[in-house]
């Protein structure tokens, strides 16, 4: 063996010659695709080995790659509940995990005084998808303040909108 060739394409494009996609030398033993695969898809592949006595077609193969997983559920049981009133000034936010949707993979948490919701400063944090609380700075009183979690996962993300609550006159 001298060389092996790769043919590699979507089984609806598949012509079976000009699909080459590499031309390898004889020590190789593996070959990825040069791009990421596309979800739900039917592939057709073939590694032909080439030589001096000829060339050795074993035919093609081919395989389905896994469907699009779902977005995330959104964030349940958020607390504070919108339009809360009298919050302590050191609440923490939190949060729990949906029991449907896709996976989890993290959570942004935004945060600010209402009047200032929006501005381009509300994000505050990343948190791993096992971390379902986070605690704001300290608050001021009889303040009203917006605040939302999302959920980031490989089927994109989910938004379940901000919520408000005001904080205690002490």
Not at 19 to 39: F, G, H, K, Q, R
Not at 113 to 122: L, T, V
């Amino acid at each position: 063996i001298t060389e092996y060739k790769v043919y590699f394409n979507t089984d609806a494009l598949w012509t079976g010659g000009a699909d080459n996609v590499a031309i390898l030398p004889a020590s190789t033993t593996s070959w990825s695709p040069p791009n990421p695969l596309e979800y739900g898809t039917l592939y057709r592949w073939a590694i032909i080995a080439f030589g001096p006595g000829g060339n050795t077609n074993p035919g093609n193969r081919t395989f389905t790659t896994e469907n699009e997983p779902d977005p995330p559920g959104a964030a349940v049981n958020r607390n504070p509940e919108s339009n809360a009133t009298d919050v302590s000034l050191n609440q923490n936010l939190s949060w729990q995990a949906p029991a449907s949707g896709g996976p989890i993979d993290f959570w942004k948490v935004y945060f600010d005084p209402d009047a200032e919701w929006g501005g381009g400063d509300s994000f505050k944090a990343t948190l791993p998808a096992n971390e379902t609380s986070w605690s704001p700075p300290q608050m001021d009183p009889a303040t009203l303040y917006r605040w939302a979690v999302i959920a980031f996962g490989p089927g994109g993300n989910t938004n379940p909108g901000s919520l408000t609550f005001t904080t205690e006159v002490p």
